[in-house]
Nanobody
């Protein structure tokens, strides 16, 4: 059973930074593409960033480009999301996701495994 556990969320002031981590167990991590999504209250879950199993292919949502960085450490079975210059509109629950398929990255239905999420709150 593949399990994903996010950590690193919290309360930060606007302009600050956070680094989210997602530890994966129960599967062959270096064969999974990984993604980060977020969901704010009353809104749909939205794609933030995705990374291939090798780390050589990376996608970002437009709002994330230049502020967020996705990376992975296959030796630690962990994927990261470095978030800089945070804004109040970044407030949401942040989820990591995994899947063996490499066909698509930006839609949530392309991921079969999900973590439970970590809350990020950015104060103004």
């Amino acid at each position: 059973q593949v399990q994903l556990v996010e950590s690193g969320g919290g309360l930060v002031q606007a302009g600050g930074s956070l680094r989210l981590s997602c530890a994966v167990s129960g599967g062959t991590f270096n064969r999974y593409k990984m993604g980060w999504f977020r969901q704010a209250p009353g809104k749909e879950r939205e794609f933030i960033a995705g990374i291939s199993w090798s780390g050589t292919t990376i996608y970002y949502a437009d709002f994330a480009k230049g502020r967020f960085t996705i990376s992975r450490d296959n030796a630690k079975n962990t994927v990261y999301l470095q978030m800089n210059s945070l804004k109040p509109e970044d407030t949401a629950v942040y989820f990591c996701a995994a899947d063996r398929s490499a066909l698509a990255y930006i839609t949530s239905n392309q991921y079969g495994y999900w973590g439970q999420g970590t809350q990020v709150t950015v104060s103004s």
